[in-house]
């Protein structure tokens, strides 16, 4: 039998990514404590993602970058979070703010990651799995080991959409593609938080290429950070003036870009946020890992396909690399083989596919 908890607050302060693949364990805290007050502390940045999570009775927002980055505002969170008087807190990643948070809230019981020097402030410490299993089934052996639950709850990972976002969305698609909407449409995520999980940018301006050419539109997606990259990939196509290529790159919020993805047939990512979105919208999707663990951070879900890098070196872990060979040994012909692959499958289903529940593993190409 569990022990009761009244208060519950879920710790992960880390990117778009990381968060999302929290959500499976918000899901299991509420089947296992449905009266249980549930609070989730985030980024205030990517509040978009989890703001109307239905397993979650309040979002803490911190701003980590921001007004939070100084001392005397971010100890005084810390003191707030403090008054809650939280039964239990579950730190999901071992950075210093989030592990600090976790030891110094005054919880009855504080469980998970923890980076070094503070774990003995921890009632029960785990070095996170992910290297060897995927990061949502780490976050499981966590609430499995430490908090006694044995029964989860694993719907994939969710997002929920208001109807403004989707709404935005709708018009933003609308205005872009207006009469030529007849034309399946693929989206590009080309960048990512380091360079060696970035797919080669005259790599994916060719795919566009031979995509335009078949009929298909082609939509880039990514944020702030990707508008350069996004401009030079294009300025290398041949076919950069066509009227079916679109940018929504750095131009929308979480929760359009995720009502926006939900209207392309087939995503082809690198490995990043936007790829666990578009895993949270059910949207098939063809994705290269470099630098990147498989087995940490594969698309969870059945309907993908991962090619795995083919040299000795993967995963590096590397933030830079002077050869860049894992990426440049995934030629175009084997994305283009494996994304028209699904678009002759997928193609007329997006924004309807339905979720296979208890199956989340894609399709892994080993080169």
Known sequence: MISLYAKILVINLMHIGDLLLVTPVLRTLRTNYPQAHIALLADAKLADLVKYNQNINELIAIDKKGYHNKLGNYLRAVQDIRRQKFDLVINLHANERASFIAAFSGAKKIVGYSTFGLGWLFHRMMKNRKAVKHQVE???????????????????????????????????????????????????????????????????????????????????????????????????????????????????????????????????????????????????????????????????????????????????????CDTHECMKLISVDTVMKYTIELLEKYGDRQGALPRKMGDFYPRIIEL
């Open 138 to 320: 780490s976050h499981f052996d966590v609430l499995k080991e430490f908090v006694g639950i044995d029964r989860t709850d694993d719907r994939g990972i969710e997002m929920w959409l208001d109807a403004a976002a989707e709404n935005a969305a709708a018009k933003i698609w609308q205005e872009a593609f207006g009469s030529q909407q007849l034309a399946r449409i693929v989206g590009l995520n080309i960048g990512a938080s380091w360079p060696t999980k970035r797919w080669r940018n005259e790599y994916y301006a060719e795919l566009a290429d031979r995509l335009l050419d078949m009929g298909y539109g082609i939509a880039y997606f990514g944020g702030p950070m990707d508008v350069e990259l996004v401009e030079e990939t294009i300025g290398l196509m041949r076919n950069k003036n066509h009227p079916l290529v679109k940018v929504f790159t750095g131009k929308v919020s979480l929760q359009v870009l995720a009502a926006l993805l939900k209207k392309c047939a087939v995503l082809v990512t690198n490995d990043s946020g936007p790829m666990h979105v578009a895993v949270a919208m059910d949207v098939p999707l063809v994705t290269m890992f470099g630098s990147s663990p498989v087995p940490g951070f594969y698309p969870y879900n059945n309907i993908s396909i991962l090619i795995k890098t083919p040299v000795d070196c993967h995963p590096c872990g590397e933030h830079h």
